[in-house]
């Protein structure tokens, strides 16, 4: 079992930056793929980035291509640096983790993840 909680959001200007943290706890971390979900108000969960637990290999969504990095320590910490902030950005930001052999895999849906945090609000105001 892993758990995971979601920390670092917060209320930012148009063009601001913000550092997600996600926290994993419980089991060994390693073979863990992370990513990073968002959900707006009335709008389905979305992929925003992905990591294969070897931290080799990421995945974004198109609309923060060039704008948010993720990343993991050794530790049981995944991170998402989140610059250039727009309005659209505005969200519930999840982190999940799912469990690979593969070090090189990266996961974009929603189904595929075992894990979720809480989430954390993430608010930019224009």
């Known amino acids: 079992q892993v758990q995971l909680v979601e920390s670092g959001g917060g209320l930012v200007q148009a063009g601001g930056s913000l550092r997600l943290s996600c926290a994993a706890s419980?089991?060994?971390?390693?073979?863990?793929?992370m990513g990073w979900f968002r959900q707006a108000p009335g709008k389905e969960r979305e992929f925003v980035a992905a990591?294969?637990?070897?931290?080799?290999?990421t995945h974004y969504a198109d609309s923060v291509k060039g704008r948010f990095t993720i990343s993991r320590d050794n530790a049981k910490n995944t991170f998402l640096q989140m610059n250039s902030l727009k309005p659209e950005d505005t969200a519930v930001y999840y982190c999940a983790a799912d469990y690979r052999v593969d070090h090189s895999m990266v996961i974009v849906t929603t189904a595929a993840y075992d894990y979720w945090g809480q989430g954390t609000q993430v608010t930019v105001s224009s």
């Open positions: 419980g089991r060994t971390f390693s073979n863990y793929a």
């Open positions: 990591i294969s637990w070897s931290g080799g290999y």
